[in-house]
């Protein structure tokens, strides 16, 4: 008899054209329920720990206080769009993301960056299989509006 059971949770990443702006489809309030908003916070938290170690760290100020604050609205943002408390409109006003991150090169690649740190994230979390997938989905989509700059291509001796 087995003892140990272990369910693979597979996030898949769907690949979105620039400019492509698919629906969306908030997470479900399950996903609040079973995080509430510390646990949202410290999912956010430690998202943001991953990608300052990334290869888009550059994205994120090298100020402690002023990454904290940028953790911050991050995780203000997540609880309100998970269902919980509107902090965000109320520190910040609307959403308005795209606009908010206009001023960053966010590329495909950086997304798919940004992504995988979430994927970690969430594949550590011990709540249901349909919670997590409720809030990947969101994201999974969410990330493809942020992409506002084309892949990079390098010329090598004046050759792409």
Not at 91 to 96: E, H, N, S, T, W
Not at 104 to 121: A, D, F, H
Not at 148 to 156: A, C, G, L, V
């Amino acid at each position: 008899m087995n003892l140990f059971t272990t369910t693979m949770i597979i996030l898949e990443i769907n690949n979105y054209q620039l400019g492509e702006r698919p629906d969306v489809t908030k997470p479900d309030p399950e996903f609040f329920k079973h995080m509430g908003e510390e646990g949202i916070r410290a999912m956010v938290s430690r998202h943001y720990d991953l990608m300052r170690q990334s290869d888009i760290k550059g994205l994120f100020s090298t100020n402690d206080e002023e990454f904290t604050m940028q953790k911050q609205h991050s995780a203000d943002f997540m609880v309100q769009i998970c269902g919980g408390t509107d902090y965000y409109n109320q520190r910040r006003g609307k959403p308005m993301m795209i606009n908010r991150h206009a001023a960053s090169s966010i590329t495909p690649e950086g997304r798919l960056v940004w992504l995988n740190c979430y994927k970690q994230v969430l594949l550590e979390l011990n709540i249901p299989e349909s919670a997590i997938l409720s809030f990947w989905n969101y994201i999974n989509v969410f990330s493809a509006w942020m992409v506002n700059t084309p892949t990079k291509t390098y010329k090598i001796d004046g050759k792409l």
